[in-house]
């Protein structure tokens, strides 16, 4: 292993400021506060160049599902390095890997959901299946039917299609998005925007929003409906029981095309392979990425229903999208081994059995605290709402700022959590222990204590 001594490091952190423009990042308030070098991973710990050990609860960036140094997907993509490290899908060529791969989702997806189309992230699976949706009614004869209908508050990703359906007011102020053709309706956000309702009739009545817009519309001009099964970096907020079902039975009526963003529910996070399987929805996209290698190589795409895939392969012609990378080899070998480990040490029956419920009732236990508004949670998936007061469900004044200072608090102790506004978000490798899981929600309410 690379050993990597003290002066270095900061030599690197300080090369980094001065080079490195870093994503989602505020580079002065980076360049004065520094930049932390992680140097190595082991199981559900990493390490940063200062030797001290964390506990990563967020698996990366939701992504390290089956934990650090996983050996067989190290040799799994120095195989494929040796054998053949690039060759395009573009020309009537593809690889041992890529073509494996695909079938291995079109197994875990299911009945009626057999083609998977490859991009490098999230971000461009979303432009992906937005061109495919377009072209799919362009060829069935109704061209004006293109407009996408997304959600306040979600997160698709970072391209200009990606950020413009995500529904982010702070990224749709940069850069002028969203770009045409995409609308946004109410998330189902119950504690925060659920007033006097209870969880279920607000489910529905946001719900209910979705053909509210189609009706405005028309839903001849509406194309498709996105949204995250569970919206993650918006604060993983877990929808009540009677909002996906209402928005299938939507999308059916009207002939909307419906898209879910499976880039964090994926792969087993809420205790199935996919999030709308959990759900009981079946949707005409579903967007993959992070848990589909565990972040061990860049890789992401859109499986889509075999009645859209059909249109484009039948009667589209030539779909003129796709990218350099689109199916890398080594990038599907990394991912074939990632699927393996998922499938022979039943990571997903794990989180739906047994360590998905210990982790529910422990980061349930949270609730009691003064500072917690719902502890929620859903798979390994887990979000306290910090609030000044309980009864009125009333937030602070500045919620970024209590939000940073309880995840500033829990990273110096150990443990990283992600704050999305004053939501404290956990997604932990699937690996973790009933120990770990215990571990985390204990520093959590010791930085509560404290921040109290
Ligand atoms: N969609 C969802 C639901 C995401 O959470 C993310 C990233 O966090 C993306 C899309 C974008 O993926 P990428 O960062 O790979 O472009």
């Not at 990563?56 to 993509?77: K, P, Q, S």
């Not at 895939?309 to 070998?333: C, E, I, K, M």
């Not at 150990?414 to 690996?431: E, K, N, Y």
């Amino acid at each position: 292993m690379l050993e990597v001594s003290r002066e270095p490091i900061r030599d690197l952190a300080a090369l980094d400021t001065a080079h490195h423009l870093h994503p989602f990042a505020d580079m002065k308030e980076l360049v004065e506060g520094g930049v932390r070098v992680m140097t190595r991973g082991e199981g559900v710990y990493v390490w940063d160049g200062e030797g001290k050990r964390y506990l990563d609860a967020f698996a990366g960036l939701w992504c390290v599902n089956v934990g650090y140094g996983r050996r067989e997907i190290t040799e799994a993509v120095v195989a494929q390095m040796d054998a053949l490290p690039y060759y395009n899908s573009f020309f009537a060529t593809t690889t041992a890997p890529t073509a494996r791969l695909a079938a291995e989702i079109a197994r875990l997806a299911g009945p009626g959901l057999s083609r998977v189309f490859f991009t490098n992230s999230g971000s461009e699976a979303n432009d992906t299946w937005l061109r495919m949706a377009r072209v799919h009614w362009a060829t069935l004869g109704q061209p004006d039917k293109k407009i996408v209908i997304a959600r306040h508050n979600a997160y698709h990703g970072s391209t200009v299609a990606g950020a413009s359906l995500g529904g982010m007011k702070h990224m749709h102020e940069q850069g002028d998005l969203p770009i045409p053709g995409i609308v946004h309706i109410g998330q189902p956000h119950w504690y925060v925007e659920g007033g006097d309702l209870s969880p279920e009739e607000f489910g529905l009545a946001r719900a209910r929003e979705l053909e509210e817009k189609i009706l405005e519309l028309g839903p001849e001009r509406v194309a498709a409906f996105v949204a995250e099964p569970v919206q993650g970096t918006g604060g993983i907020i877990v929808p009540p029981a009677s909002y996906w079902p209402e928005i299938q039975r939507i999308c059916r009526k009207y002939d909307i095309l419906l898209a879910v963003d499976e880039v964090i529910t994926g792969f087993g996070r809420l205790g199935s392979w996919f999030g709308f399987q959990h759900y009981g929805l079946t949707p005409d996209f579903c967007v993959i990425a992070k848990g589909l290698s565990s972040g061990y190589q860049p890789i992401a795409g859109v499986i889509v229903a075999d009645r859209v895939a059909d249109v484009l392969t039948n009667q589209a012609g030539q779909f003129h999208h796709g990218f350099t990378y689109s199916g890398h080899p080594v990038a599907a070998a990394a991912a074939l081994a990632n699927l393996r480990i998922l499938e022979e040490e039943r990571l997903v029956e794990r989180i739906r059995d047994d360590i998905g419920p210990y982790f529910a009732e422990r980061w349930g236990s949270l609730a009691d605290h003064v500072m917690v508004g719902e502890a929620v949670s859903t798979g390994l998936l887990g979000a306290v709402q910090i609030v000044i007061d309980k009864a009125t469900r009333t937030r602070f004044s500045r919620p970024h700022d209590i939000g940073m200072i309880v995840r500033n608090f829990c990273i110096m102790r150990g443990v990283i959590v992600r704050a999305s506004a004053d939501r404290i978000l956990v997604s932990p490798p699937f690996i973790i222990t009933r120990e770990e899981v215990d571990q985390i929600v204990s520093t959590l309410r010791a930085v509560l204590d404290y921040v109290a």
